[in-house]
């Protein structure tokens, strides 16, 4: 692969097939990430690419594991629930196992109707939201506001297709804590996660 594509297979949502949905490779390091593992890529043009997956052995942690990705982890336990609601299967699995493996308890929800019952009928406080923008079914704006009215503390992250700028004529308020705009990488959706955390 030229170098400008390999910098971007696990990019959400890009592929270099037109019928490509761009999610295979994100899942899949979403899940190698959940284990505190690494993935190296070795590519020359004309002659092939190698994937390794590289993961830790009983008492490794994954920063004694030598790569070149550059990316940040959560670890440790954290007292909190989160709810992500995104309606794109793959993309929710790799970002519950993130999720998960940051300490967080993860609900999940593939529309916003699917959303609204869960944040009415769960027991467990709701402490952050992770919401899509563009949700089928109910709209985020009605979860939002439902999400307010029953958790009150919550804090809200969005992940938007459109600039931030835009996002932030549409929605404004406390709760609001990080817009995250897709397609984001792994490391990005981590830091604002610490931004959240720590206020």
């Not at 761009?22 to 190698?32: A, D, N, P, R, Y």
């Not at 529309?111 to 869960?118: H, N, P, T, V, Y």
């Amino acid at each position: 692969m030229p170098h400008d594509i390999q910098a971007r297979i696990f990019d959400p949502f890009f592929s270099t097939k037109s019928a490509g949905r761009g999610l295979g490779l994100t899942v899949i390091h979403g899940i190698v990430q959940s284990l505190r593992g690494r993935i190296r890529v070795e590519s020359e043009v004309g002659k092939g690419t190698t994937l390794r997956i590289l993961l830790p052995s009983d008492g490794t942690t994954a920063r004694e594991i030598h790569d070149t990705t550059g990316r940040e982890e959560l670890h440790g336990s954290i007292d909190a629930t989160v709810l992500v609601v995104e309606d794109e299967a793959p993309l929710r699995l790799a970002v519950r196992k993130m999720l998960g493996n940051a300490g967080f308890a993860v609900l999940e929800a593939a529309d916003g109707s699917e959303a609204i019952k869960l944040l009415h009928a769960t027991t467990s406080r709701i402490d952050r939201l992770f919401l899509d923008m563009t949700i089928p079914g109910c709209s985020s704006h009605e979860v939002l506001r439902e999400a307010v009215e029953s958790w009150p503390q919550v804090k809200i992250i969005l992940t938007i297709a459109f600039s931030k700028e835009i996002a932030n004529e549409i929605l404004s308020g406390p709760q609001l804590c990080g817009v995250v705009r897709k397609p984001f990488q792994v490391g990005t959706l981590l830091s604002t996660l610490r931004i959240v955390l720590s206020s």
